[in-house]
């Protein structure tokens, strides 16, 4: 009886110190959480301005959306910088990963320089960026032509740079050129990974005659498969809320023709720009599920081709 | 340790290791070429930035850009406005974070494990979906056009550092906490006489994460920032490049001047950084 009345205050007090030491959290989701999300289903039912109270209008947001010419471009150059900056950032940084780990001397300096470009201020690598892509003074397009000009020396068709963000074509190209410079994060990643791949493998594999692009292929992606399955969904995630360098490297415009207007940069310029925070708030639902679908739908199948070394 | 004992063992010159080597060395000039074309810009003369071939090293060093391109916008203010908000980010993160994640894992309680999958699954929820209603509570609570939607935050938690320091403190022998508690410290005494020393290294990959996150937002402050005299640095540099896109001499002048803190910090803190990307990115 005693010690069950000790063991029970005991319980009440842990209790009461659990809750004040997670107190700042439960406070947090509340108000920036729970509360948030509830308004934000809400709003997206209502024409909402931000300065006269809601005023509910059903699904007509919805029904606004699907013919929005703007909002279906921005889901496409959402998609097209996604679906080419998350691959090609992971060849990239698969590969300079997979050279570092050649046991070379110097490795620590290589390393930084790769890895620093990923962490300048990120609007500073933007003005940085709009300069390097300068159609006629940048240094992209300046070594691009000097490239152009020894072909032509050489007998070949010569060739110039292209207009880059000046450029419908070329906009989001030059975007995605920028992306790969950051890559430096996955490089880290992927070095560390790299670590845990069994040597004695390499071994085996380089017995049985094979070359260094078969034991790539064999040996290392298959241990590989956690980290770029990790970089891969952080990419995704990371895509769809892309916003800073596009919105500061055109003014906000999203130009040129709307070929750089991605989907965050859309949501922001109706709920902050435009006042149409009912027609955001439908939007962000929107961005919220493609997220949440992406992340569930990576994880589901993951196991499919995902190797955990044997776990 | 192991890069050490691998670098001790000699190794044959083979065509391999050349063109591994050619391969590193042409990738790191291409990665490290725009940080040279930055600070080559960064001291020429007007007269020398639009010229083909380009004149990687200017004559005479056009230092002005530094100057004037740090008064033509206030930028000393916004640094202050910027070291203001990271600094407040920084203290409300590593306090409210590791208060909970203290709660979530020295403490029994019911319900604890309950309440830590909720905070995780808040990290499902990016920032960009609620913009819109945070904005309206802000704005009810008259806080618009100040720093307090930027800094409040902080000291409510942030999911992932939580979840970071939480596996942490769970790593810390139970005994050690359990002793002083026979010798009848509480538990705030116990967390901060204990827990927090023991974990230095994992508070101070959050302090840095922090940090680094709160000088690089853009999007906050661009909401929630109107008066110009309290810009941050990033609001400040943008608003450089959209007004004055071609004064291309005192806008990478300021941008090394925004980066250049960055890069030395990292110098300073580079194992924790290592650390931190690998941890923040692989232990999850």
Same mark, same amino acid.
């Given at each position: &009886? ?17 809750? @004040? ?77 997979i050279l570092l780990n050649a046991k070379v ?56 740079? %292209? ?21 430096? #994060? ?35 992606? %298959?241990? &590989? ?14 895509? @769809? ?29 109706? #709920? ?12 962000a639902w929107l961005l919220f599920l493609v997220?949440?679908? #992406? ?7 993951? #196991? ?8 | 340790?192991?890069? $050490?004992? =691998? =670098?001790?063992?000699? =190794?044959?010159?083979?065509?391999? !290791?050349? $063109? ?89 309680? =019911?319900? !604890? ?13 990016? /920032?960009?979906?609620?913009m819109v209603p945070l904005f309206t509570v ?27 320091? !939480? ?11 359990? $002793? ?12 901060? !006489? ?9 508070? $101070? ?7 680094? /996150? ?33 004064? /291309? ?36």
């Amino acid at each position: &009886m005693g010690i069950s009345t000790r063991k029970s205050r005991l319980q009440r007090e842990n209790t009461r110190n659990g809750l @004040f030491f997670a107190a700042p959290a439960i406070i947090g989701i509340a108000g920036f959480t729970v509360y948030p999300v509830f308004a934000l289903l809400y709003y997206s039912f209502c024409r909402y301005s931000g300065l006269k109270p809601p005023q509910w209008i059903g699904l007509g947001n919805y029904k606004l959306l699907v013919h929005d010419q703007i909002f279906i471009e921005s889901i496409y150059n959402t998609v097209y910088y996604t679906a080419i900056a998350v691959p090609l950032g992971i060849v990239v940084a698969l590969s300079l990963a997979i050279l570092l780990n050649a046991k070379v001397k110097g490795m620590a300096v290589f390393r930084t320089i790769f890895y620093v470009p990923s962490i300048v201020p990120v609007v500073a690598g933007a003005v940085l960026w709009v300069w390097l892509l300068n159609p006629d003074y940048g240094l992209i397009n300046l070594t691009i032509d000097w490239f152009g000009g020894l072909s032509q020396k050489l007998g070949l068709p010569g060739f110039s740079g %292209p207009g880059w963000l000046s450029s419908v074509e070329w906009s989001k190209p030059a975007l995605i050129l920028m992306s790969t410079w950051g890559v430096g #994060a996955s490089v880290v990643i992927y070095l560390a990974g790299l670590q845990d791949v069994p040597q004695e493998l390499y071994e085996a594999a380089s017995l049985d005659g094979a070359s260094g692009w078969r034991k790539t292929w064999h040996v290392t992606l %298959p241990f &590989m498969s956690p980290y770029i399955f990790f970089t891969a969904v952080m990419g995704i995630i990371g895509g @769809f809320q892309y916003f800073t360098q596009a919105w500061v490297m055109t003014g906000g415009t999203g130009g040129p023709v709307n070929s750089t207007m991605m989907f965050s940069m859309y949501l922001f310029r109706n #709920a902050f720009q435009l006042f149409k925070m009912g027609y955001a708030c439908a939007m962000a639902w929107l961005l919220f599920l493609v997220i949440l679908g #992406a992340t569930l739908l990576l994880f589901k199948t993951s #196991a499919r081709y995902v190797y955990y070394g044997g776990r | 340790m192991a890069v $050490a004992s =691998r =670098r001790a063992r000699w =190794r044959p010159i083979t065509p391999d !290791r050349i $063109a591994t080597y050619a391969a590193l060395i042409v990738l790191s000039a291409i990665f490290f070429m725009p940080f040279l074309w930055l600070l080559s810009t960064s001291v020429k003369p007007a007269a020398q930035i639009m010229v083909i071939p380009p004149q990687w090293i200017p004559k005479p060093f056009q230092w002005d850009n530094y100057s004037s391109g740090l008064t033509f916008v206030p930028f000393l203010l916004y640094l202050k406005n910027t070291l203001i908000i990271c600094s407040a980010n920084v203290v409300g993160v590593l306090f409210s974070s590791s208060l909970v994640a203290y709660g979530l894992s020295i403490i029994p309680w =019911r319900g !604890r494990d309950v309440l830590f999958l909720i905070i995780l699954s808040t990290m499902m929820l990016p /920032y960009q979906v609620v913009m819109v209603p945070l904005f309206t509570v802000f704005t009810f609570l008259g806080w618009i056009d100040t720093f307090l939607p930027l800094i409040v935050p902080s000291f409510l938690g942030n999911a992932f550092f939580i979840f970071l320091l !939480r596996q942490f403190f769970m790593s810390i022998p139970k005994d050690l906490t359990d $002793a002083a508690k026979i010798d009848g410290c509480s538990e705030f005494q116990i967390y901060r !006489r204990i827990v927090l020393p023991l974990s230095k290294p994992a508070l $101070a990959t959050v302090a840095l994460f922090t940090f680094m /996150y709160a000088w690089n937002d853009y999007l906050g402050p661009l909401i929630y920032l109107f008066d110009q005299s309290k810009f941050t640095v990033s609001l400040g540099l943008a608003m450089f490049q959209s007004q004055y896109g071609s004064y /291309y001499g005192m806008l990478m002048a300021v941008s090394t001047v925004v980066t250049v803190p960055i890069i030395i910090l990292f110098f300073f803190t580079q194992r924790t950084f290592i650390q931190g990307i690998t941890l923040t990115g692989i232990k999850q």
